[in-house]
Structure formats: C-alpha cells, structure tokens
C-alpha cells in the first residue's frame, strides 16, 4: 500500500477527514481544562519541540524538507502527551450529564442535549452525541457487569481509539499552525 502515491494519498485524505470531522465535533464540549493545557502549554510545547526539531536537522535534511520532519516529529511526540492529558482528565472527573440507567434514555438524552439551527451540522452532532453516549454507557456498565476480562479491555481500546481521533486531529492542527507561522516568518527574514 505505501509502494502507491495514490493510495498514500486516499489513505491520508480519509484520516484528516475523520480526524478533522472528530475534533470538530468533540470541540463543542472540551472541558475548560483542557482548553488551558491546550492553549498555552500544549502549545508552548508544540513551538519548543518544532525549534528543537529544527535546529536538530538543520545539517541533516535539505531546507525545502526540514520543516515539514520537525512537524511530523513535532506531532509524533506531543500526541501521546496529549492522550495522556486526556484520559488523565477523563479519568478524573468528566462523566456526560446525560447518562442515565438504561441505553435508550442515556443515548435519548445526548441527542437532545445539542441542536443547531442548521439541520446538517445538527444532524452531526447528534449522531456524534447518540454514539459517544453509547460509548460511555457500554464502558461504564461493562466495568460493573462484565466479568470477561478480555472484553472489558475491547471496550475500553475502542472507546479510547474513538475519542483518540478528535485529539489526533487537534494536536495535528496545532502542529500545522506553528508550521505555518514559522514558514511566514522565514518568508519574511528572507526577503
């Protein structure tokens, strides 16, 4: 598959889409904490390791390239630290308003909990919504009721693995900004 440019690039297009789609939709309602780390150490973060990356290929790598590897490093590396943020902060406090006792009413309850007055974009959320409380009933109740230690995992990696989406493509998005305001700089020493 990676021998193909084409396919290299569907592949590519289809991930920042779902990626993009995710955190678009998971945006909306971030805690306040997490908007923090987001805004200023996160990025701080994302800005050090770009210049380090940098400054670490700058013998190695042709200039035309270089920034593009600081990026992709950039982003390699602060992900997982993000991840970690995440669930540290999920983990420790954040459990939807709207789960209730049963499956129906919790999913029932998301939905209602978001509109929009354009009909697509609500539409989105509330399938996003419908799907995220069907996530966090599944992985609430599987701890208490499942004794299947395998299956509680499974649920759990396919929780993770669906919120881990929206925080891929945020972390992504921040890498490219500091990419692109570095690029304007060097723009403007160079002439």
């Not at 395998?150 to 500091?178: D, H, T």
Request: charge should be negative.
């Amino acid at each position: 598959m990676l021998s193909s440019k084409i396919l290299v690039t569907v592949f590519y297009l289809i991930l920042s889409l779902l990626m993009t789609i995710s955190a678009l939709a998971v945006a909306i309602e971030l805690p306040v904490e997490l908007w923090l780390y987001l805004l200023v150490v996160h990025t701080m973060l994302a800005v050090m390791l770009y210049n380090f990356f940098d400054h670490l290929f700058i013998n190695t790598i042709q200039k035309s390239y270089r920034g593009l590897m600081a990026r992709e490093w950039t982003i390699n590396i602060t992900a997982p630290l993000l991840i970690i943020v995440v669930l540290y902060l999920s983990y420790e406090g954040y459990t939807p308003e709207y789960l209730s006792a049963t499956l129906g009413e919790s999913v029932s309850n998301a939905s209602n909990s978001i509109s929009s007055d354009c009909t697509v974009i609500s539409v989105f959320l509330k399938l996003q919504k419908e799907i995220d409380a069907a996530f966090w009933w599944i992985v609430i109740n599987s701890d208490e009721q499942i004794e299947y230690r395998p299956l509680k995992v499974g649920s759990w990696f396919v929780f993770l693995f669906f919120n881990s989406l929206a925080i891929l493509g945020i972390n992504r998005f921040i890498a490219q900004v500091v990419y692109q305001v570095d690029k304007i700089f060097q723009r403007k020493n160079d002439e």
